[in-house]
């Protein structure tokens, strides 16, 4: 019997199955962030520069991690769509 990690959304707690469209977020250093499909197995997981990464369900998820992470870089209001 295979024993597996238990994957978790970072954002709502979700656990991970079989069905796959989770997505995988990374914050790096120099501020980017990437959102990459979690089957493609990046390697900047494991590089110096990434600062986290995180497990995201699906795309309602990963949208609302970015926009938290765009807050935090730009320090602009969450979801602020300011049209002045
Ligand atoms: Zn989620």
């Known amino acids: 019997m295979a024993i597996r990690e238990a994957v978790i959304c970072d954002e709502c707690d979700a656990l991970k199955r ?7 977020g990374y914050l790096r250093n120099d501020g980017s962030l990437y959102l990459l499909p979690w089957d493609s197995i990046p390697v900047l997981g494991s590089d110096a ?15 609302r991690w970015v926009s ?17």
Do not use: D
Request: charged letters at 15%; proline letters at 3%.
């Open 49 to 63: 520069s990434t600062k986290s990464e995180v497990h995201l369900c699906g795309s309602n998820c990963a949208l």
């Open 68 to 84: 938290a992470q765009m807050a935090v870089i730009a320090k602009t209001p969450e979801g602020g769509c300011i049209h002045a």
């Open 18 to 24: 079989e069905v796959n469209h989770w997505w995988r």
